[in-house]
């Protein structure tokens, strides 16, 4: 029970696991995931990420029985932990797949979201419930909902509290695919392998452009890549992929 964390090919996969509730989070599993993602993005081993869940479910968001407990102080400690968490996955520079089958609800939504690519099964079940229980959006959710969605619609799914299937998420643009249930970890592995060949300098550069992008202005932008481009030319990756185009063969990229 917990967090089960394992590298293979580049890849660090990140496991919610307490398939019995759902992989629903407890407190100290929320600083499980982050210390996972400060230990993945500190490895220069690992190049990509994958999120995922034990079992049939992603997960089913924030562990409900220790919810309310300890007042307004017990309310704040218990959202320090999880910003700290949702923070280690959104800020990490090396890319992240959510792979995503059965429930992903509440807080484990706003987790998917903070990463760079959410695939999907056909038939999982997205709920931001929030209103269910009385509670506000937390965990970015809004902040996050309205990167990738019109905000009527982001306002209709945080005021409904309803379901949206994998289909539906690929179609509004909250998720990159939605396959057979069967398909979505290969699916995942297959995009993070690709990733991790890939010059991770130069992907977390981007990375860092993107998140930043909707808060600049044109002439912020061109300064913010000028600054980094320059840093660019002298990487390892820089020269061995600038050799291999001029000798026309695939660039063996080592992340530096």
């Known amino acids: 029970m917990g967090i089960e964390y394992s590298v293979a090919e580049g890849v660090a996969t990140i496991t919610i696991n307490r398939p019995e509730r759902k992989n629903a989070i407890l407190l100290a599993m929320r600083t499980d995931i982050q210390h996972a993602?400060?230990?993945?993005?500190?490895?220069?081993?690992?190049?990509?990420?994958?999120?995922?869940?034990a079992g049939g479910d992603f997960s089913?968001?924030?562990?409900?029985?220790?919810?309310?407990?300890?007042?307004?102080?017990?309310?704040?400690?218990r959202m320090r932990h999880m910003h700290r968490m949702c923070r280690a996955i959104a800020q990490t520079n090396k890319p992240v797949i959510a792979a995503v089958k059965g429930v992903c609800i509440g807080m484990s939504w706003a987790m998917a979201l903070a990463c760079d690519i959410v695939v999907a099964a056909a038939d999982a079940r997205f709920q931001f419930a929030f209103r269910h229980i009385g509670l506000a959006p937390d965990g970015g959710a809004a902040f996050l909902l309205t990167r990738y969605v019109p905000l009527q619609r982001a306002k209709e799914i945080l005021y409904s509290g309803r379901f949206v299937s994998g289909t539906e998420a690929e179609k509004l643009g909250l998720a990159l695919y939605a396959l057979p249930a069967e398909e979505v970890m290969i699916k995942a592995q297959e995009l993070a392998r690709g990733f991790a060949?890939?010059?991770?300098?130069?992907?977390?550069?981007?990375?860092?452009?993107?998140?930043?992008?909707?808060?600049?202005?044109?002439?912020?932008?061109?300064?913010?890549?000028?600054?980094?481009?320059?840093l660019m030319v002298t990487t390892e990756d820089f020269k061995e992929g600038t050799s291999a185009f001029k000798e026309k063969r695939k660039p063996s990229y080592r992340g530096n």
């Open 37 to 53: 993602f400060e230990k993945a993005q500190d490895d220069d081993d690992v190049r990509a990420i994958i999120l995922t869940g």
């Open 60 to 77: 089913a968001g924030a562990d409900v029985g220790e919810m309310g407990g300890g007042g307004t102080r017990g309310a704040l400690m």
């Open 197 to 230: 060949e890939s010059p991770t300098i130069a992907i977390g550069m981007a990375k860092r452009q993107l998140d930043a992008a909707p808060a600049q202005t044109f002439e912020q932008a061109l300064d913010f890549e000028a600054n980094i481009q320059p």
